[in-house]
C-alpha cells in the first residue's frame, strides 16, 4: 500500500520520492504543518506552508483512495468477482469515484425490476439478447423456455431481460465516465419558478433562465441552491439526449449487427432515460454544489488570510470607541500590550449631542494615559463620531491619529465566553470597544478571538460545506499566527492556542504559568509549564517572541535547537558581509536553507512581517446616504471580495458596493486580481444611490 500511495503522490504533486517520504515521516513523527515549512526545510526542498497543505490534502485523499480500494477488492474476492477484467480496471483507477463505478455492478441490487428479473431467472436471456447474434425471431423462441409460473408470456420474458441490459448498461462505467462528461461540458441548469416564488424577492433575476452547467459562477450557483431549498426557485439539468441516443447506436451497437439489435438499442435508451441519467442529473448538481463550496472556502480563506494580515500598530497606548446614539458611545483605553486600562461612556451625536462633556472625558483620558491613536467602530454613528473626534484633535491641537475599524463580530465576541473569561467585570458593551482598540492595535491577536463566519469576509457562508469550511479557516489561521510569531508575554490564550504544537488546554498552562511568574524572560522557562513536554516545546517554541528577554535569539524566530550554531556564526563571521551561503552552510555543517533562514532572523530580531499601518481618512462632507449624489468622489476601505465584486466601507451605516465590471478599465476574472481586505481607495466615484433599499454603487473607472 506505501508503495503504491508513494507511486500516486510522485503524480500528483510531481516532488521527489525522497521528498514525499520525509514529508510522511515528519508528519507520522507528530509535526505541525508550520513547523515542517519553517524549520525542516532542508527535509521538504523548501515547500511552503500552502504547498504541505495542498499535500496534506492529497496525502490523505489517497491513503482513504488506497484503503477503498483494498476494501472494494477484498469484497469481490469473497463475491468471487475479482476476475484479471476487474482488478485492471480497480488498479487503472485514479479517484474515489472511479473505484465506485467499478464496484457498482457488483453491489446488492434493492428490489426492482432488475433483480425482480434476475429472480426470474432471465439473466441467461439477457445473454442471449445482448450478444446480438440472433434474430428477434430466434430471440422469441428461446424466451419460451424462460416461460414459468412467474413468467407467463414472451413478451415478460423479454421485457425482463431488456430491465437486467437496461440495468448492465446504467451500471457500466466506461458509458457513465463518458455521459459524465457530456453533462459536465455540455449540461445546462434550467431554472423556473417555485412553488413559493416571490415576483419581488431576491431570486426574480434567475428565474425562468437557462446557464450552462461549465460557466456557472460558484456565487450564483450558491444563491440558486438556497433559492430551492426556499423552494422560490426549481431546478433540472438538461442535456442533448438525441445525441446520447445517436452515439450509442454508432458506438455500443455492432455495425454489422443486424438482430436482436432493436431490442438491445431500446433496452440502452431505457437504461439511461430511467436509471442512468437522472443518477447522473443528481450527481451533476452535488458537483455543482460542491465546487461553488470550494471555491465560496478558497475566497473566504483568502480575504481571511487578508484580514489577519493587516499592519499592527506597535507601542500605541489606544482609545476604542464603539459609537452609539441613544446609547451613547462606550469608550475602551488599552495599552501597547493589549491590556484594559479604563472605560468611560460619552453622548457626542444625537440625541444629546453632549460636545462639551464628550469632549473633557476624552481629553482627560488622553492626559491620563497618554494616549496616541483612536480606533473608531464604523458601525451605527460612526461618521459623526468622527466627525467629532476630527474636530477636537483640531481644535486642541492633538498628536493624535484616528482610523476607522470594522466593528464587525465585536458584539459577538463581547458575548461570548472568551471576553467573559478576559473581563468578567465589564459590560459587554465595554468589551466591544475593547476589541475595536484591539483591532487597531493588533488585528490578528484580536480576530482570533472571533469565529471567522462571523467577520463578514465570506460569501453565502452558511450555504457551503460548514466541516471544510471551519477546517480550512483554523487552517489558515494556524499558518499565519505562526508565519508572524507570537509575543509569549502578551498574547491571549485563544491566540497562544493557533501555535503550533500548543492546545488550548497548553494555552491556558502557559497563561496561568505566565501569571504566576509574571512574565517569561527565556524560552527555557516553557518547559515548566504543566502539560508541555519536549514534543511540545520542540513544535512551539520557535514562533514564540520575548521581546525583553535574557537572550536576544528569543526574540527571533530561530529554534532553540539552533542556538549553537548561531552561536557559532556569530563568532567567526560577520553575517552581513556572507555573499556565499553554500560555502559558509559546508563549514557550519548546515544547509544553505536555514543559514539564510538565521541571517535573515538575526538581521532584523523581532521583525513582523506584516506591513505598516496606514491610515485612512474619510470625506468629512458627507454625513449619511441622502447627502450623496452620483458623481461624488469618496475615499474608503474594502471590508469584503466576493465573486462579483468588493463591498467597501465609505463612511456609510452599510458598506456600498464596488460591482468587478466598475473595478478596472481591464478585463479581470476576479475581483481579488485588483483588491484585497483592508485596501485603501481613493477617488471612487458613485455610480448610483438607492435610497429605499439603502444601496450604494461605486466605481473605480
Not at 425562468?208 to 426557485?233: D, P
Not at 457551503?464 to 471551519?470: D, G, M, R, T, Y
Not at 509569549?488 to 504544537?501: D, T
Request: charged fraction near 30%.
Amino acid at each position: 500500500m506505501t508503495k503504491n500511495l508513494i507511486s500516486l503522490l510522485e503524480e500528483k504533486t510531481a516532488l521527489s520520492t525522497k521528498v514525499i517520504n520525509n514529508i510522511i515521516k515528519l508528519l507520522d513523527e507528530g509535526c505541525t504543518i508550520p513547523f515542517i515549512a519553517r524549520y525542516r526545510k532542508e527535509y521538504t526542498n523548501g515547500a511552503t506552508d500552502v504547498e504541505l497543505r495542498i499535500f496534506e490534502e492529497t496525502y490523505n485523499y489517497f491513503q482513504k483512495f488506497l484503503s477503498r480500494k483494498e476494501e472494494i477488492e477484498n469484497l469481490l474476492k469473497e463475491k468471487n468477482f475479482l476476475n484479471e477484467k476487474v482488478l485492471k480496471n480497480l488498479n487503472e483507477a485514479k479517484t474515489l469515484q472511479a473505484l465506485e463505478d467499478i464496484y457498482t455492478p457488483f453491489k446488492d441490487k434493492k428490489s426492482s425490476r432488475t433483480s425482480d428479473a434476475i429472480e426470474k431467472g432471465l439473466e441467461p436471456l439477457a445473454n442471449i439478447i445482448q450478444c446480438m447474434k440472433y434474430s428477434i425471431d430466434d430471440v422469441e423462441y428461446k424466451a419460451k423456455s424462460f416461460l414459468n409460473k412467474e413468467v407467463k408470456s414472451i413478451n415478460e420474458a423479454i421485457d425482463g431481460a431488456k430491465d437486467i441490459i437496461a440495468q448492465r448498461y446504467a451500471d457500466d462505467f466506461k458509458s457513465k465516465e463518458i455521459i459524465r462528461t457530456l453533462i459536465a461540458n455540455w449540461g445546462s441548469i434550467e431554472i423556473k419558478e417555485g412553488k413559493q416564488f416571490d415576483k419581488n424577492g431576491l431570486y426574480t433575476a434567475f428565474a425562468n433562465t437557462t446557464e450552462k452547467l461549465k460557466y456557472i459562477k460558484s456565487h450564483r450557483a450558491l444563491a440558486i441552491l438556497r433559492a430551492v431549498n426556499e423552494k422560490q426557485l426549481s431546478i433540472k439539468i438538461e442535456i442533448d439526449e438525441k445525441h446520447i441516443l445517436e452515439n450509442i447506436k454508432k458506438y455500443k451497437i455492432p455495425s454489422q449487427a443486424n438482430t436482436s439489435k432493436s431490442i438491445v438499442f431500446e433496452a440502452y435508451k431505457d437504461g439511461l432515460k430511467r436509471l442512468l441519467l437522472p443518477s447522473l442529473k443528481r450527481e451533476a448538481l452535488a458537483n455543482l454544489k460542491e465546487k461553488a463550496s470550494n471555491e465560496a472556502i478558497e475566497l473566504f480563506g483568502k480575504n481571511l488570510k487578508e484580514l489577519l494580515l493587516t499592519a499592527p500598530l506597535v507601542n500605541h497606548v489606544i482609545l476604542g470607541m464603539d459609537p452609539g446614539y441613544k446609547t451613547g458611545c462606550k469608550l475602551a483605553v488599552i495599552d501597547k500590550n493589549g491590556n484594559f486600562l479604563d472605560s468611560a461612556v460619552i453622548y457626542p451625536t444625537k440625541p444629546k449631542e453632549d460636545i462639551i462633556n464628550s469632549s473633557k472625558t476624552i481629553l482627560n483620558l488622553i492626559k491620563k494615559y497618554k494616549i496616541t491613536s483612536i480606533a473608531i467602530g464604523n458601525g451605527t454613528a460612526s461618521r459623526e463620531t468622527a466627525t467629532f473626534i476630527d474636530e477636537l484633535i483640531k481644535k486642541e491641537n492633538l498628536d493624535i491619529n484616528y482610523a476607522i475599524v470594522s466593528e464587525i463580530g465585536a458584539s459577538v465576541y463581547s458575548a461570548s465566553k472568551i471576553a467573559q473569561e478576559e473581563y468578567p467585570n465589564l459590560d459587554v458593551t465595554i468589551r466591544g470597544a475593547i476589541s475595536i482598540a484591539g483591532r487597531l492595535r493588533d488585528p490578528m491577536a484580536t480576530l482570533v478571538k472571533i469565529d471567522p463566519k462571523s467577520l463578514g469576509i465570506g460569501q453565502y457562508q452558511h450555504d457551503v460545506n460548514q466541516k471544510e469550511l471551519a477546517q480550512k479557516l483554523e487552517n489558515i489561521t494556524i499558518d499565519l499566527v505562526n508565519k508572524v510569531g507570537v509575543d509569549l508575554n502578551s498574547a491571549s490564550y485563544k491566540l497562544l492556542s493557533f501555535v503550533s504544537g500548543i492546545s488550548e488546554k497548553l494555552a491556558k498552562n502557559i497563561v496561568e504559568h505566565r501569571t504566576k511568574i509574571n512574565k517569561f524572560v527565556s524560552k527555557e522557562q516553557l518547559l515548566e509549564v504543566k502539560g508541555i513536554g519536549a514534543k511540545a516545546y520542540e513544535q512551539a517554541v520557535g514562533f514564540l517572541r520575548i521581546k525583553e528577554g535574557k537572550s536576544i535569539l528569543d526574540n527571533t524566530g530561530i529554534h532553540p535547537e539552533d542556538f549553537s550554531l548561531t552561536s557559532n556564526l556569530q563568532k567567526n563571521y560577520k553575517i552581513e558581509e556572507i555573499k556565499d551561503f553554500e560555502k559558509v552552510s559546508i563549514e557550519l555543517n548546515t544547509t544553505p536553507l536555514k543559514l539564510k533562514d538565521i541571517i535573515a532572523e538575526l538581521l532584523k530580531p523581532g521583525y513582523d512581517v506584516r506591513v505598516e499601518f496606514n491610515q485612512v481618512k474619510f470625506s468629512k462632507d458627507i454625513l449619511n446616504i441622502e447627502d450623496l449624489k452620483e458623481g461624488f468622489t469618496l475615499s474608503g476601505i474594502v471590508r469584503n471580495i466576493t465573486d462579483f465584486g468588493a463591498f467597501v466601507d465609505v463612511g456609510l451605516k452599510n458598506d456600498a458596493l464596488l460591482h468587478i465590471s466598475q473595478i478596472s478599465n481591464k478585463r479581470i476574472s476576479h475581483p481579488s486580481e485588483v483588491l484585497s481586505i483592508n485596501q485603501n481607495l481613493e477617488n471612487i466615484k458613485v455610480l448610483s444611490v438607492d435610497l429605499e433599499k439603502q444601496r450604494v454603487g461605486l466605481t473605480l473607472k
